[in-house]
């Protein structure tokens, strides 16, 4: 990332994973930066609006690569589709469950 990057920029990158960081961190902080300072041409409301649109815009779109990418890798793991195993039905509470126990592993590890 550029040394020259606005701090909120560099904080809502944060929102998407490392391996897209990594590959395309350099030209998205530097399209997001130039956006950024288009804006301080603007009145003071005109310069909120539109740096917090991009600044949710672009914490909404990691938010999202994020999932993807880590429902790419956990699909194969074991979910527990129809029972649990202590023979019960399991609700949609359990699925969900699983679902944040799996993205809370994984957000860790990113």
Partial sequence: MPTSTP???????RSYPRQFRARFGADLSRALTE????AERGDGRTRLRVRGRLLGTTIAS????RGAALSRQTWRTHRPHFYTPDGRRATMW???MHDVHAAVRG???A
């Fill in 35 to 38: 956006a950024w300072r288009s």
């Fill in 7 to 13: 701090w909120p920029i560099a904080v809502a990158l």
């Fill in 107 to 109: 957000l860790a590890s």
């Fill in 62 to 65: 990691g938010c999202a690569e």
């Fill in 94 to 96: 359990d699925s969900l």
